[in-house]
């Protein structure tokens, strides 16, 4: 909800933080995946519930995402990194879940089946938008940088880090809170799909308004 913001705020900083990395002939790629590396040894350090070394994966992950994307402007950003970096992403979002079933199955797997079932849907109205609006033009200011265009909603990828954080800090509520962030990510995957399809239908409608015999 609040990441554009954010990603103004924070890009000053983290690009002098990059600086010094790129002199040292780190890629961005590297970065992305040093950082999916570390997001992962979350998934072991919740399974035998050290939260306190989850957390530090999970805020050591979120920073390496943020220097990648500093790195790939001050060298080249290309398609393929941009791609790899959203992939490794979406699959870090998915270990916490499981790391906190792994460390409760009784206990915690129906509140982590529901928070990855959420995932996925803000995930593929994501994905699938920003597919199609690659496809057709449709503009980003928001997020002029970044390799994939951007669809907002009330979880994104800050209040997802707040999330993990919650859990990591305060476990014993797990079942609680990750049921609370399931049905907000459920209902952002809802808007993200009405306003991405009704987006679609107004650019299909000016195409075929430009198409028709008409107008020629």
Not at 21 to 44: D, E, R, S, W
Request: proline fraction near 4%; hydrophobic fraction near 50%; include cysteine.
């Amino acid at each position: 909800m609040i990441d554009a913001l954010l990603y103004r705020h924070l890009q000053p900083s983290l690009n002098k933080v990059a600086k010094p990395l790129v002199k040292l002939g780190m890629t961005a790629n590297q970065m992305t995946m040093l950082g999916f590396a570390i997001g992962l040894c979350a998934l072991p350090a919740l399974a035998f519930a050290r939260y306190d070394l989850a957390l530090l994966c999970i805020l050591l992950n979120r920073l390496s995402d943020g220097l990648d994307g500093a790195m790939a402007r001050q060298t080249q950003r290309t398609d393929a990194g941009g791609y790899l970096d959203s992939v490794c992403d979406f699959i870090f979002y998915m270990v916490i879940p499981l790391g906190f079933l792994l460390a409760d199955p009784g206990g915690h797997s129906i509140a982590a089946g529901f928070l990855m079932l959420s995932f996925m849907g803000t995930g593929a109205t994501f994905l699938a938008f920003a597919v199609l609006a690659g496809k057709h033009g449709i503009e980003n200011p928001d997020y002029p940088n970044k390799s994939l265009h951007y669809m907002g909603g009330l979880t994104e990828g800050f209040e997802t880090i707040v999330a993990f954080c919650v859990f990591c800090l305060w476990p014993q509520w797990f079942v609680y809170t990750a049921s609370i962030f399931a049905a907000l990510c459920g209902f952002t995957a809802l808007t993200r799909l009405y306003l991405g399809y009704q987006t679609l239908r107004r650019v299909a409608s000016v195409v075929d308004e430009k198409e028709s015999p008409t107008n020629s």
